[in-house]
């Protein structure tokens, strides 16, 4: 989120008062800027030593560094980090979502990942998303503002699980900086009401967002002071009783409330089915502890994330095939292009093989295996396109014919553009690749009432009708199944300690936003923040975009004359990321423009020594 005015331009405070004192803060000005904590100056790129923090915004980012100063490790920081975006960011990421956390234990030299994705309730059925009265798909947004969309909630248990695993704060203590935020306020930027203005329907529909995000009927206006205090309270209470407040308490109750009894503002004009989560699906949730996944491309050691994130495998498979491919800077168009071409072929995998490994046989091993990614690259041309959608491969162990492949006519893959990426590191070499969120941004469109937060819409992941064709569809929903995910949390080791920590938002953008920055990066000589400014291009096999930016450039226009055909976005991404020297120095880097740019800091600024 972008931190467009500073603290000293707060000149446009309204007297407003949403429920409770939530939402814009009065009775004046001058109340209002004592309270408010001053927005800290946000640059793109900071280095130094004694650990660093990238978000996608100032205070989540201060917040970070602020524990690292008091002592703390780098997964104390990720959690107060990813709680105070739950304030700032609350349309992207908050305690009503999921996530996926990568850890590199500096002691142990072995990386580590949480899967803290929501689960469907046991009622769900593979027609979750299927209208009873005409057996077609529900349209989108039927689909997501509703009940029905809400996965139970894992980013709790997440920072539970990390903190007691491997954090040295409590969650009360990780929590405070983020309360503070909440209940002192923050300053609006052009993000936050741009977000509230894009949901602005949606959130007049009911009565607990509308009071919450659109007092006196409006978005908060950019420079504005925001105030949450209901969301405070809530931090507070998950600070004394831990996370069975939600999964086995009152918090809990509230979300279950609202799920089957969504609060319908009188004269809404929508249908707004509810969904079917007990507290029975609350209690049952676990964060997972998973192995993450893990490739060599060029001698470097590739971690991202296991199913149900098809981040690691996608990333993996696609880093793979370039192996095989063999790409170099001195041709970056071949580059590009085989970039492009090994990503549709990835995603072509990811759409046949991928779901939730505890409901779905993932062939995760031979997905990543270099042997079936040289069946997949000898697919690629370099003088021609490959026509789209290209058909999966057969990951099989038998690698001898090229170019071997499934008959599927894959269909298009809905995925928004939302979620938030937090990148942090300490002194002792502890490294967090953590990717949060609340799915579309704004989520299903309700704050649980009194409680400050949205919920999540994270079921619409799933295939809401099966998309393989005659093949079965990995991704259908199912009872306490986890929808796939795209995120790509990603931390790259050289000789065993981290070189690179990195991850974005951006539906199944984020896969390729990972990619092609990896690909900057580590063949086409560009540094981190080189490598997540270049413009973007994303091929997902059915579909291939990239931002004006790619396609006027020489490459872009180069890759247009040999047959790719873009069509044109605006942003894709909103990357953060660390790149790691010797002797302790950090570089730690967000985007510079995309989203409004974000934030980095690091604990002691200072040139590599
Ligand atoms: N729900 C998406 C996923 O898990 C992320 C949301 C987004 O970035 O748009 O892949």
């Known amino acids: 989120m972008r931190r467009t005015v500073a603290v000293t331009a707060v000149a446009v405070l309204v007297c407003a008062g949403g429920a409770g004192g939530a939402g814009l803060v009065g009775p004046s000005a001058q109340a209002a800027e004592r309270t408010a ?26 917040a970070g560094i ?78 997501r503002v509703s009940g029905l ?75 504005t002071v925001f105030r949450n205090p209901d969301l405070a309270k809530t931090y507070q209470l998950l600070g004394r009783q831990g996370t069975k407040a939600l999964y086995d308490g009152a918090l809990g109750a509230d979300v279950v409330h609202t799920v089957q009894h969504p609060p319908l503002a009188p004269g809404a004009d929508r249908e707004v089915r ?31 994330m296991a199913p149900p994130s098809s981040g690691g495998s996608t990333v993996g498979e696609a880093l793979n095939i370039l192996e095989a491919k063999g790409i170099t800077k001195r041709d970056q168009v071949a580059a590009l292009h085989s970039y492009l071409e090994a990503s549709a072929l990835a995603f072509a995998d990811r759409n046949r093989y991928v779901g939730d490994p505890s409901q779905v046989d993932v062939p995760l091993r031979e997905l990543l295996s ?4 040289g069946e997949r690259a000898c697919e690629i041309r370099s003088d021609s ?13 038998d690698y001898s014919r090229c170019g071997e492949h499934a008959s599927v006519a894959p269909t298009e893959q809905r995925e928004g553009p939302s979620t938030t990426h937090v990148t942090t590191s300490d002194r002792w070499g502890n490294v967090v690749a953590y990717t949060l969120t609340i799915e579309q941004t704004g989520g299903n469109g309700m704050v649980v009432p009194g409680r400050g937060f949205l919920l999540n819409n994270e079921l619409t992941d ?6 393989q064709g005659t093949a079965p569809d990995p991704n259908l ?116 423009t995309r989203r409004g740019g974000g934030s980095a800091m690091v604990v002691h600024p200072r040139p590599e020594r």
């Not at 695993?165 to 930027?189: I, M, N």
């Not at 270099?370 to 990614?373: H, K, R, S, V």
């Not at 799933?462 to 998309?467: I, R």
């Not at 413009?535 to 047959?563: I, V, Y």
């Open 37 to 62: 904590r001053p927005a800290p100056a946000k640059q793109a790129v900071a280095s130094g030593y004694g650990g660093g923090v990238a978000t996608v915004d100032a205070d989540a980012t201060r």
């Open 66 to 143: 602020d524990v690292l100063r008091h002592g703390g490790n780098a997964v104390d920081a990720a959690v107060a980090a990813a709680a105070t975006l739950g304030v700032t960011e609350p349309f992207s990421a908050g305690i009503g979502g999921g996530g996926f956390l990568v850890y590199y234990d500096a002691r142990g030299r072995k990386v580590h990942s949480i899967d803290g994705r929501e689960t469907a309730p046991a009622s769900a059925t593979d027609k979750l998303f299927v209208d009873p009265a005409t057996g077609n798909e529900l349209p989108f947004e039927a689909a």
């Open 149 to 223: 969309s809400v996965g139970v909630p894992g980013t709790p248990a997440t920072w539970e699980r990390a903190l007691d695993r491997w954090g040295t704060y409590s969650l009360r203590e990780a929590l405070a900086p983020a309360t503070k935020v909440a209940s002192k306020g923050f300053v609006v930027d052009d993000t936050f009401r741009t977000q509230v203005d894009d949901n602005r329907k949606i959130f007049g529909d009911f009565t607990t967002s509308r009071d919450l995000y659109l007092p006196g009927g409006a978005p908060p206006r950019v420079g």
């Open 274 to 304: 509810p969904g079917g989560m007990t507290t029975g699906d609350l209690a049952a949730y676990r964060a997972l502890m998973r192995a993450p996944t893990k490739v060599t491309y060029h001698g470097l050691d590739v971690y991202g």
């Open 370 to 373: 270099q042997g079936f990614a």
């Open 385 to 397: 396109v490959l026509a789209k959608p290209v058909a999966p491969g057969v990951p099989d162990g």
């Open 462 to 467: 799933f295939s809401f009708t099966p998309t």
């Open 477 to 592: 929903p199912a009872p306490g199944k986890r929808p796939r995910s795209s995120i790509s949390p990603t931390i790259v080791l050289a000789d065993g300690r981290p070189l690179l920590a990195l991850g974005s938002p951006g539906g199944a953008t984020i896969i390729t936003t990972v990619l092609q920055t990896l690909v900057n990066r580590l063949d086409l000589g560009m540094s981190l923040p080189q490598a997540i400014a270049a413009p973007r291009a994303s091929s997902r096999n059915t579909a291939l975009e990239a931002e004006p930016a790619f396609r006027t450039s020489p490459a872009g226009r180069a890759l247009a004359a040999r047959g790719f055909s873009f069509t044109s976005v605006p942003e894709i991404g909103a990357e953060t990321g660390i790149e790691f020297g010797r002797g302790g120095f950090v570089l730690a880097a967000a985007e510079p």
